[in-house]
């Protein structure tokens, strides 16, 4: 019998077997799996099992339900395999042992080189240590955003771990803007030239469409692209590609999340943006929650 196991959070460690062909997961006690995450919705997600196949539904949830590299559409199904980690909230679950075999081992090293089998050949290999690398990320992200109680040290935390699991990404920033008024209160900077990490440079009018407009700005080849004004500046700048997304609360831009390569064009994939995007959702849910601790903590 399949069961779902818990990878982080207050239920770490605990495992449910699905006993029923429909369970549901969430926050309320009502649940045939509870997860006392505040982040996560009170009915979140539904699992079905249909013979030997599972599925999941997310049940509108308030921030959703990332797997496989992108955002499930509210009530709309999708198969889910054993071992690809579903991040729900700032928590991850998983189906099936083979989640904790491959995913834990992260917490001890970022090694990617376990093996994957005599079948399929590099192509095989090459895709499973992408899939490692970003099950990684979400998990570390969760861990981090979650455990630490002082912000920017997490946000710090979570650059360096972008850092060290991309190795294609040359320089990083995240800011952190006022929601009121805009203005930007603190940066966050990282490269891998040592002379210039301090105060990283980054394009401004990248940030500032972005922080703006609410939205994702992606050129993965900025030599190449035409008539985009955006595109130009980063010509002049040398910088060979970027990728921008906003650090959202609700719909509130608390900041920006800014990475961009100035050696490589194409430095960042397809499923980077929903990555990312799913990144900055958190840390924009961390950020809020700081905020309130601290309101709280005045009274």
């Known amino acids: 019998m399949a069961k779902i196991y818990i990878l982080n959070g207050p239920e770490q460690g605990k495992s449910f077997e699905i006993e029923k062909d429909v369970i549901t997961v969430g926050r309320g006690r009502e649940n045939d799996i509870q ?3 505040k982040t996560v919705s009170r ?3 539904e699992i079905i099992r249909r013979g030997q196949n599972y599925f999941a539904r997310d049940l509108k949830s308030l921030n959703g ?3 496989n590299g992108k955002y499930m559409k509210p009530d709309e199904e999708v198969e889910i395999l054993e071992g690809n980690p579903i991040v729900i909230g ?3 679950i998983c189906l099936g042992k083979g989640c904790v075999e491959h995913v ?3 917490l001890d090293s970022i090694e990617l080189t376990k093996d994957v089998g005599n079948e399929g050949g590099q192509a095989v290999q090459h895709r499973s240590k992408t899939n490692q690398k970003i099950m990684e990320l979400i998990y570390s992200a969760s861990h981090i955003l979650e455990e630490s109680a002082n912000i920017r040290r ?3 935390d979570l650059l360096d771990n972008i850092f060290s699991i991309l190795k294609r990404i040359e320089r990083g920033v995240i800011l952190l803007t006022d929601p009121v008024t805009g203005q930007i209160l603190e940066t966050i900077s990282r490269s891998r030239e040592p002379a210039a990490r301090e105060g990283t440079a980054y394009s401004k009018e990248v940030v500032e469409r972005v922080l703006g407009e609410g939205k994702a700005v992606v050129i993965a080849d900025a030599h190449s692209a035409r008539g985009d004004e955006i595109a130009e500046t980063l010509k002049l700048s040398k910088i060979a590609s970027v ?3 906003p650090i959202m609360s609700g719909s509130r831009v608390r900041g920006a999340l800014y990475l961009d390569s100035v050696s490589s064009p194409h430095c960042f994939r397809k499923k980077d943006l929903s990555l990312f995007m799913d990144l900055g959702k958190r840390a924009g849910i961390a950020i809020e ?3 309130l601790n601290e309101s709280l903590n005045r009274y």
């Open 35 to 37: 997860i006392l995450d």
């Open 43 to 45: 009915r979140h997600l």
């Open 65 to 67: 339900t990332f797997f």
């Open 90 to 92: 700032m928590s991850v």
């Open 104 to 106: 834990m081992p992260f």
């Open 154 to 156: 997490a946000l710090e």
């Open 243 to 245: 990728m921008c997304v």
């Open 289 to 291: 929650n700081a905020f």
